[in-house]
């Protein structure tokens, strides 16, 4: 009878994958809620998403894609906006509307490059500073405070103009003048986590310097390093822009934002249009990013947090 009964005992049920990860889906449902709570950050969502959107569909929607090239239309140039045009003509007869949508694309692909390329200098410069500290930390702190002590624009200036102007060039002045901020804000954050509890503790276990650091440390560092990142892109977009308003950045024909705006003041006020929009494109990018950034730091900062 017991045997009987040994046999007909169920064994235990393994726990499914939603069981085990209840804290996480609980912390994510929670992300969740603060971010929907916050009306500028999906503000900010919104339009960050529709700009996605519009540089992923942007080549196929845009009712006159040769214009993103440069033809010439002189017969219909500098027109204002109508139900053709509908942000007008520029001074050859190009569709303003598609070349600033074209535009959506390669000022987000600059803004992401900018970033990247930042990020993976600065991440690791400042996690070796924190980290390690001594002489080397020292070291790499000085030299990042040799790039600070230049306002970031007008090093990206001196750079351009030693390399020429171009967009490639632009992008790495702006990547080579953006990395000091990821640098001093890893090297504060992996100093205040390197003596916490779990990392005395896995370095009692011991776990080896490198697990520590990519196991323990740099995760912690995530946070800040995406609403960072989140906020840079935008700015990254501006600076670009800025650089090609004054003709170091990307040259005409090509359809970046802020060499339309450089074209367009030259025909200021009465042909408004060919700057005003590119413009408002700048504006509204940059706003999307940082409101996002701000939703971001809400959710992950647990200081920001209701």
């Not at 002189?74 to 109508?82: A, E, G, M, V």
Request: aromatic residues 10%.
């Amino acid at each position: 009878m017991t045997d009987a009964a040994a046999e007909t005992v169920t064994p235990a049920r393994e726990p499914t994958w939603r069981e085990r990860n209840q804290s996480s889906i609980r912390q994510a449902r929670l992300y969740v809620r603060t971010f929907a709570r916050n009306g500028s950050a999906m503000l900010g969502l919104g339009i960050v998403t529709l700009f996605l959107l519009t540089a992923a569909l942007g080549p196929w929607i845009v009712p006159f894609p040769e214009d993103a090239a440069g033809s010439v239309h002189l017969d219909i140039k500098l027109q204002p906006p109508d139900a053709v045009h509908w942000f007008g003509t520029d001074e050859v007869g190009n569709d303003v509307f598609t070349r600033v949508i074209v535009g959506t694309r390669v000022s987000l692909q600059i803004g992401l490059i900018i970033t990247g390329i930042a990020m993976l200098i600065g991440v690791p410069l400042g996690m070796i500073a924190g980290f390690v500290g001594g002489w080397t930390g020292e070291a790499i702190m000085r030299f990042t405070d040799v790039f600070l002590a230049v306002p970031g624009l007008i090093l990206a200036i001196a750079i351009v103009g030693a390399l020429g102007p171009g967009i490639l060039n632009a992008m790495l002045a702006l990547s080579l003048v953006w990395w000091p901020g990821y640098v001093r804000l890893v090297q504060a954050k992996t100093l205040s986590l390197k003596n916490s509890i779990y990392v005395d503790a896995a370095r009692s276990m011991g776990a080896g310097k490198m697990r520590i650091v990519f196991v323990h440390i740099l995760p912690n560092c995530a946070s800040p390093i995406v609403v960072k990142a989140s906020m840079d892109m935008g700015m990254a977009i501006l600076g670009a822009a800025s650089l090609g308003f004054l003709g170091l950045g990307a040259q005409p024909p090509y359809p970046e934002w802020g060499a339309m705006i450089s074209v367009g003041r030259n025909y200021l006020p009465d042909w408004w249009w060919y700057s005003f929009f590119p413009g408002l494109f700048i504006f509204l990018t940059v706003l999307g990013f940082n409101l996002m950034g701000d939703g971001l730091r809400d959710i992950l900062d647990p200081r920001h947090r209701e």
